[in-house]
T-cell receptor
Framework: GIQVEQSPPDLILQEGANSTLRCNFSDSVNNLQWFHQNPWGQLINLFYIPSGTKQNGRLSATTVATERYSLLYISSSQTTDSGVYFCAAMIKAAGNKLTFGGGTRVLVKP | EAQVTQNPRYLITVTGKKLTVTCSQNMNHEYMSWYRQDPGLGLRQIYYSMNVEVTDKGDVPEGYKVSRKEKRNFPLILESPSPNQTSLYFC??????????????FGPGTRLTVL
């Protein structure tokens, strides 16, 4: 099946800093999503981005499908950005199953 | 508001006592699925359903049952729970494959402890 790898595994930021999280996937995908898991365990949809670039406030994401990677940018980080960020990919042959990466744990310090 | 709901949100039970975790979505999605999340193992799919009365096994189906009698509901049944089923469970829904954007939406999670 598809492999999804995220880097770095852990990230410590000072409030106000910018950062880039990376997601590599091993096969062509028809769905690529980014999630934020908050301290209460809830998975919050950030982006649905099988290709191209999207922006939502201080967050933006880019997926280069031909090169099999996606990037999540956090600008001017805030303490509320802390948590675990997951990317998840889906290949057509796998039905609608999302395969999740291992996550990047982000801690933003005040 | 478009959403996926799960109940209960938290449950502590004992080995062997049958339980059901409910999942409901109000987006008229055909596809629904269950995942479990465990430290070091990430999120893994348990079962999924492509439509009413159509269900299939995911990666870790042992010890679980599901049913899909109505489009909006997809309950997860643990007939005889065991401690290794202690986990955080998520229900998700989306449009069917091939219907264009098939973004998946997740419920708030159910934290289950089996003693």
């Amino acid at each position: 099946g598809i492999q999804v790898e995220q880097s770095p595994p852990d990230l410590i930021l000072q409030e106000g800093a910018n950062s880039t999280l990376r997601c590599n996937f091993s096969d062509s995908v028809n769905n690529l999503q980014w999630f934020h898991q908050n301290p209460w365990g809830q998975l919050i949809n950030l982006f649905y981005i099988p290709s191209g670039t999207k922006q939502n406030g201080r967050l933006s994401a880019t997926t280069v499908a031909t090169e099999r990677y996606s990037l999540l940018y956090i600008s001017s980080s805030q303490t509320t950005d802390s948590g675990v960020y997951f990317c998840a990919a889906m290949i057509k042959a796998a039905g609608n199953k999302l395969t999740f990466g291992g996550g990047t744990r982000v801690l933003v310090k005040p | 508001e478009a959403q996926v709901t799960q109940n209960p949100r938290y449950l502590i039970t004992v080995t062997g006592k049958k339980l059901t975790v409910t999942c409901s979505q109000n987006m008229n999605h055909e596809y629904m699925s269950w995942y479990r999340q465990d430290p070091g193992l990430g999120l893994r799919q348990i079962y999924y359903s492509m439509n009413v009365e159509v269900t299939d096994k995911g990666d870790v189906p042992e010890g679980y049952k599901v049913s899909r009698k109505e489009k909006r509901n997809f309950p997860l049944i643990l007939e005889s729970p065991s401690p290794n089923q202690t986990s955080l469970y998520f229900c998700a829904s989306s449009l069917s494959p091939g219907q264009g954007q098939n973004e998946q939406f997740f419920g708030p999670g159910t934290r289950l402890t089996v003693l």
